[in-house]
């Protein structure tokens, strides 16, 4: 993890990694949650924008924190979230100290994510790493496409590069990982075709009298295995399934 620090906060930066310690030790132990109980945890899914980004250090002095001004822009469901709110992320840069967590993900100003909230703990004391069911299972990226006619289309992408998509029956489920850059799927994998060669020799027959015949083969089709073009999920599936009236799957769809 980054830390840079002079020598006067040499202990506060002790106690700062001790804390990152045991958040990064918590994180690692972390259920894979299946898409519908992240609904189920949930108790706001909203969509938003990030309008703010700024860090602090923490009010107990022992972790930087980064909060993100948000600007929603449709509550799915749940509690309704307001036109804005701020939510805070473990991890961060202020003056002389710098602190990254794994799995907290960070935030850019500009980009829209879909939040599915966890609700707030019972103890006001309690530290919770993000604001997100699952760490960062509950948070997606609104990404775009750029397609080869011109045109362009959103996909939903989890803060690990998983996409959700549409299954082969109309279900909602996780993709295989996609790469994004400036904001856009670069890598979406429209259609794979895996062709397996075919070596087809022609035939050698000699005649007991010597004469040679050549019998060429007519050659077999050859199978072709199909990887249908992605259908990735869009913000109006998600809605239906946060409603509960789109059913999800519980393996990855590729």
């Not at 990064?24 to 898409?35: K, W």
Request: glycine share 10%.
């Amino acid at each position: 993890m980054p830390v840079s620090l002079t020598k006067s906060r040499a202990a506060l930066a002790l106690i700062a990694i001790t804390v990152t310690t045991a958040m990064t030790s918590e994180a690692a132990t972390v259920r894979r949650l299946e898409l519908d109980e992240i609904r189920a945890k949930a108790e706001s899914v909203f969509v938003g924008e990030v309008v703010g980004v700024s860090a602090r250090l923490g009010s107990d002095g022992r972790m930087v924190w980064t909060d993100y001004e948000i600007e929603i822009g449709e509550t799915l469901a749940g509690r309704d979230a307001g036109p804005r709110t701020t939510l805070s992320f473990a991890g961060g840069t202020v003056p002389e100290l710098s602190i990254g967590i794994p799995g907290v993900p960070e935030l850019y100003e500009g980009n829209h994510y879909v939040f599915f909230i966890e609700p707030k703990p019972d103890s006001p004391t309690a530290l919770i790493p993000m604001p997100t069911v699952g760490w960062g299972q509950g948070l997606y990226k609104i990404a775009r496409i750029d397609k080869d006619d011109g045109s362009s289309s959103t996909a939903l992408v989890s803060v690990d590069g998983e996409p959700l998509e549409l299954s082969a029956d109309g279900l909602l489920a996780r993709g295989a990982h996609v790469r994004i850059t400036g904001g856009r799927i670069v890598e979406a994998e429209s259609a794979i075709r895996d062709a397996a060669p075919t070596r087809m020799r022609p035939s050698r027959f000699e005649s007991p009298d010597g004469t040679v015949r050549v019998i060429a083969p007519t050659p077999a089709p050859v199978d072709v295995a199909v990887r249908t073009a992605r259908t990735f999920a869009t913000l109006d599936d998600l809605r239906l399934f946060v409603q509960g009236r789109l059913a999800a799957v519980n393996v990855r769809n590729r």
